[in-house]
């Protein structure tokens, strides 16, 4: 009867992935708060212009791919459990922090003495100005503080997905709970601008904030190495561990244990690097933030250079940073288009049913993708890295309908671009369960929480260049009005007309250098 028992299987791993979901689902509806209020609620309160917004999302960006890059080391050297918690309570302190900006702009604007003053501004100014230049400073220091804690939320994922399943199923649960980003983005629509319509935009923050935090407590009893937990048996460990006796016995099993002190500091001049560039309020941001990381690298001789030795490292790289971005500019710019475009705003009934139906399609859609490389794995006998490519390449070409967003909005409205959208965030999904999964392939299982880092300070490197971009594009596109003309679209419509067209094409260039890089799976030995 004992041998019966042993034999079957338990499904600890699923309530990890479960976890994973939750994890990132919290982690989207954190980061879209302010992407569903600042038009509505936030930008006449501190009038600002796309051009300020694009700096907050651009910088948040750019701090989150610096402190990506980091993460995972933090998290290998934490451990997954201390490191994962640290992360979401970090970037649930960052996101309530927003709450307090209102009133900290009144302590920093001469002549502003209570929260209901700051609309009663005239637009444009000398004093919207100023009331302008402080909230975005600091919004700018709760974003930095809400990505510290954020990039640590996949370089833990994807490690605890790699501790928990085998190759085989590794893309499928990536999906899953990945899917919870487009799950927070789907729960973020139907309730955020629902909370700031009736309790105001901060207690948005507040409340949506207080949510990592339950994350948190769950957590801490929970998680356990799966070797060491009480709830996986013998089965479900030999099911965990059945690529060992196939992976070289030159990985290494552990790092050495690394002094945190230099990549403190390390994390100290990045985040220096990025309020430095945040005061210039120019292209030199992007410098100025490069520059302090790469320093911190260079001066303090942090032993993370050898990654890039890989060919491996550059594929993943290249591919996060061609495509993250196209995912952040939607998460982010959405809410904006239907209101500029259409005059729908995000709490509007219309507006609410808007995104949650593209991101709908987005979450249902996405499942799928990953459990597309376990056909070809399973079905067809390839290896995951070609089952994961082949795949890869036909999510590939799904964003070349967002070409059609634009012509289509204007003669169908804006559903056809709710579903357009939704068509190529569901492949942007696909493909990322499916990237990050090939770290897992490629690399040991003591390198993908640092390699998976490196990704996804490229992906937001990325989504820097195309928000920020965005934002200053949007803005001299409106001033311009009928003399900036692009495919047949004028002004405001012809600068989204632009971005769509590099969405469409990003994943395709992604793919091809992955291929060229990487043409046939080899795993890294790191020596």
Same mark, same amino acid.
């Given at each position: 009867?004992?041998?019966?028992?042993?034999?079957?299987?338990?499904?600890?791993?699923?309530?990890?992935?479960?976890?994973?979901?939750?994890?990132?689902?919290?982690?989207?509806?954190?980061?879209?708060?302010?992407?569903?209020?600042?038009?509505?609620?936030?930008?006449?309160?501190?009038?600002?212009?796309?051009?300020?917004?694009?700096?907050?999302?651009?910088?948040?960006?750019?701090?989150?791919?610096?402190?990506?890059?980091?993460?995972?080391?933090?998290?290998?050297?934490?451990?997954?459990?201390?490191?994962?918690?640290?992360?979401?309570?970090?970037?649930?302190?960052?996101?309530?922090?927003?709450?307090?900006?209102?009133?900290?702009?009144?302590?920093?604007?001469?002549?502003?003495?209570?929260?209901?003053?700051?609309?009663?501004? !005239?637009?444009?100014? @000398?004093? #919207?100005? =100023?009331?302008?230049?402080? *909230?975005?400073?600091? /919004? +700018? $220091?709760?974003?930095?503080?809400?990505?510290?804690?954020?990039?640590?939320?996949?370089?833990?994922?994807?490690?605890?997905?790699?501790?928990?399943?085998?190759?085989?199923?590794?893309?499928?649960?990536?999906?899953?709970?990945?899917?919870?980003?487009?799950?927070?983005?789907?729960?973020?629509?139907?309730?955020?601008?629902?909370?700031?319509?009736?309790?105001?935009?901060?207690?948005?923050?507040?409340?949506?904030?207080?949510?990592?935090?339950?994350?948190?407590?769950?957590?801490?009893?929970?998680?356990?190495?799966?070797?060491?937990?009480?709830?996986?048996?013998?089965?479900?460990?030999?099911?965990?561990?059945?690529?060992?006796?196939?992976?070289?016995?030159? !990985?290494?099993?552990? @790092?050495? #244990?690394? =002094?945190?002190?230099?990549? *403190?500091?390390?994390? /100290? +001049? $990045?985040?220096?690097?990025?309020?430095?560039?945040?005061?210039?309020?120019?292209?030199?941001?992007?410098?100025?933030?490069?520059?302090?990381?790469?320093?911190?690298?260079?001066?303090?001789?942090?032993?993370?250079?050898?990654?890039?030795?890989?060919?491996?490292?550059?594929?993943?790289?290249?591919?996060?940073?061609?495509?993250?971005?196209?995912?952040?500019?939607?998460?982010?710019?959405?809410?904006?288009?239907?209101?500029?475009?259409?005059?729908?705003?995000?709490?509007?009934?219309?507006?609410?049913?808007?995104?949650?139906?593209?991101?709908?399609?987005?979450?249902?859609?996405?499942?799928?993708?990953?459990?597309?490389?376990?056909?070809?794995?399973?079905?067809?006998?390839?290896?995951?890295? #070609?089952?994961?490519?082949?795949?890869?390449?036909?999510?590939? /070409?799904?964003?070349?309908?967002?070409?059609?967003?634009?012509?289509?909005?204007?003669?169908?409205?804006?559903?056809?671009?709710?579903?357009?959208?939704?068509?190529?965030?569901?492949?942007?999904?696909?493909?990322?369960?499916?990237?990050?999964?090939?770290?897992?392939?490629?690399?040991?299982?003591?390198?993908?929480?640092?390699?998976?880092?490196?990704?996804?300070?490229?992906?937001?490197?990325?989504?820097?260049?195309?928000?920020?971009?965005?934002?200053?594009?949007?803005?001299?596109?409106?001033?311009?009005?009928?003399?900036?003309?692009?495919?047949?679209?004028?002004?405001?419509?012809?600068?989204?007309?632009?971005?769509?067209?590099?969405?469409?094409?990003?994943?395709?260039?992604?793919?091809?250098?992955?291929?060229?890089?990487?043409?046939?799976?080899?795993?890294?030995?790191?020596?």
């Amino acid at each position: 009867m004992n041998d019966v028992k042993k034999a079957v299987m338990t499904n600890w791993r699923w309530v990890m992935c479960a976890m994973l979901f939750f994890a990132t689902t919290v982690n989207y509806m954190d980061r879209q708060v302010l992407s569903l209020t600042w038009k509505e609620f936030i930008q006449p309160e501190f009038h600002w212009s796309d051009s300020d917004y694009g700096t907050i999302t651009g910088l948040f960006s750019i701090a989150y791919a610096i402190f990506c890059l980091f993460a995972g080391k933090f998290v290998d050297f934490m451990g997954t459990k201390k490191g994962y918690l640290i992360a979401i309570v970090v970037w649930s302190i960052g996101a309530v922090m927003h709450a307090g900006c209102a009133i900290a702009t009144t302590w920093f604007v001469d002549g502003i003495d209570s929260v209901a003053a700051l609309r009663a501004v !005239e637009a444009g100014s @000398e004093l #919207a100005t =100023s009331i302008s230049m402080v *909230s975005v400073y600091l /919004f +700018l $220091a709760c974003r930095l503080i809400l990505g510290l804690g954020e990039a640590g939320n996949f370089p833990a994922a994807i490690k605890v997905t790699a501790e928990y399943f085998p190759k085989k199923d590794r893309a499928f649960a990536t999906s899953i709970f990945n899917a919870g980003a487009s799950v927070g983005a789907l729960a973020a629509p139907a309730t955020i601008p629902l909370l700031a319509k009736a309790m105001g935009w901060e207690m948005a923050f507040i409340i949506i904030g207080a949510l990592g935090f339950l994350w948190a407590g769950i957590w801490i009893f929970v998680y356990d190495k799966p070797e060491k937990s009480k709830h996986v048996n013998e089965a479900e460990l030999a099911y965990i561990n059945q690529d060992e006796a196939e992976e070289t016995k030159k !990985e290494v099993k552990e @790092e050495k #244990a690394i =002094s945190m002190l230099p990549y *403190s500091w390390a994390f /100290f +001049l $990045a985040a220096v690097g990025a309020i430095v560039g945040a005061a210039l309020f120019s292209s030199t941001s992007l410098i100025g933030t490069v520059i302090f990381g790469v320093l911190a690298l260079i001066l303090l001789n942090i032993p993370f250079w050898n990654y890039y030795k890989y060919r491996q490292t550059w594929a993943f790289f290249f591919g996060k940073f061609m495509t993250d971005g196209v995912w952040w500019f939607f998460l982010f710019w959405t809410p904006a288009y239907f209101q500029d475009q259409f005059g729908i705003k995000a709490s509007d009934p219309q507006g609410i049913a808007l995104i949650f139906t593209l991101y709908a399609i987005v979450t249902v859609v996405s499942i799928f993708g990953g459990y597309l490389p376990k056909i070809f794995v399973e079905k067809k006998g390839m290896n995951p890295y #070609a089952g994961r490519m082949r795949a890869m390449l036909i999510f590939a /070409f799904f964003p070349i309908i967002a070409l059609f967003a634009q012509p289509l909005g204007g003669v169908w409205g804006p559903w056809a671009v709710a579903i357009i959208i939704g068509i190529v965030g569901a492949a942007h999904q696909s493909w990322s369960a499916n990237i990050f999964s090939t770290v897992g392939d490629m690399f040991p299982k003591s390198a993908i929480a640092a390699v998976t880092g490196i990704g996804a300070m490229a992906g937001g490197i990325g989504s820097f260049i195309i928000n920020k971009g965005s934002g200053a594009l949007f803005d001299h596109a409106a001033e311009a009005g009928e003399s900036f003309q692009f495919f047949g679209f004028e002004g405001k419509p012809a600068g989204y007309m632009i971005i769509f067209c590099i969405c469409a094409v990003a994943y395709l260039i992604g793919w091809s250098v992955m291929k060229t890089l990487v043409p046939k799976y080899k795993q890294v030995e790191i020596k």
